[in-house]
């Protein structure tokens, strides 16, 4: 039987996935480190600028983690969360993206007002029906269009940060 007859039926692992789960396994790597290679290969994969690991408490948004060559927010660093578009991730409970925030209703958005952020991709980090946080990526820069399965790599990044925060 050949290599292609037997992945059939077989879901494939796609290329961040596999890198996800080496970075998971590195042993030699600590938990923030591990971290920080994960937000670092969603930038590279979604081509943004910005990464972001948040706690959500009431209305205060906290940074927690941070990637960025460009201009990094500190950990620590607190917005009111009505002043971000992880409020829009937090409502609807599961992964949202904006490709082109200027002409969508964001347009308007304390954020993009003072950010100009064009591109977001988020992911709430539930327990039970309660948001703790959320993982997200931005860019100042329009994109094309986030596919299905950006949606659904957003919300496993999500899961293995939230997975690794619970192990520290």
Do not use: W
Request: with cysteine; charged share 20%; proline share 4%.
């Amino acid at each position: 039987m050949s290599q292609e007859a037997t992945q059939v039926g077989e879901s494939k692992l796609t290329e961040i996935e596999i890198r996800l789960d080496e970075i998971s396994g590195q042993d030699t790597l600590s938990i923030d480190d591990k971290i920080q290679a994960i937000l670092q290969e969603g930038n590279a994969h979604f081509g943004t600028a910005f990464a972001l690991v948040s706690e959500i408490k009431g209305d205060v948004y906290r940074v927690v983690f941070s990637e960025s060559d460009i201009a990094p927010a500190e950990p620590g660093t607190e917005f009111p969360l009505g002043e971000t578009y992880c409020l829009q991730t937090m409502r609807a409970g599961g992964p949202v993206a904006y490709h082109a925030a200027g002409a969508s209703d964001l347009s308007d958005h304390p954020c993009y007002s003072v950010f100009q952020l064009e591109t977001y991709i988020g992911a709430p980090m539930m327990q039970g029906t309660q948001v703790l946080g959320t993982v997200n990526f931005t860019n100042i820069e329009a994109r094309a269009p986030f596919s299905a399965q950006d949606l659904a790599t957003i919300s496993g990044i999500a899961s293995r940060v939230q997975a690794l925060l619970k192990a520290a």
